[in-house]
Nanobody, 125 residues
Framework: QVQVLESGGGLVQPGGSLRLSCQASGNYHAIKGMTWYRQAPGKERELVAGNTRDGRTKYLESVKGRFTISRDNAKNTEYLYLQMNSLKPEDTALYSC?????????????????WGQGTQVTVSS
């Protein structure tokens, strides 16, 4: 079982900054991808930034140059951070972390994907 916890959201004025954290912990064999998604009311969920399971680092076009991801790890724990600068009202959304990886089961390596509960980011004056 893997737990995914996000933190760092809040209310910030336009032009401000926030740093979101995603923590994936538990008994896993490997973490293969960690990505941030966001969903604003009435809009579809979109990938914001992250390391996908195919080894690529992706950024949503509208956040390039403003958002930066970074990774860290400890025993049985992986962290994905999202540094968000020059925030705009259109960045307002629920930000969720999606973690992909694998566990070793009696039948071999088995893939998983887990979502966190999300953290709200509101950019408003």
């Amino acid at each position: 079982q893997v737990q995914v916890l996000e933190s760092g959201g809040g209310l910030v004025q336009p032009g401000g900054s926030l740093r979101l954290s995603c923590q994936a912990s538990g008994n896993y064999h490997a973490i293969k991808g960690m990505t941030w998604y966001r969903q604003a009311p009435g809009k579809e969920r979109e990938l914001v930034a992250g390391n996908t399971r195919d080894g690529r680092t992706k950024y949503l076009e509208s956040v390039k140059g403003r958002f930066t991801i970074s990774r860290d790890n400890a025993k049985n724990t992986e962290y994905l951070y999202l540094q968000m600068n020059s925030l705009k009202p259109e960045d307002t959304a629920l930000y969720s972390c999606f973690v992909e990886g694998s566990v070793i089961s009696p039948y071999g390596e088995a893939d998983f994907g887990y979502w966190g509960q999300g953290t709200q980011v509101t950019v408003s004056s």
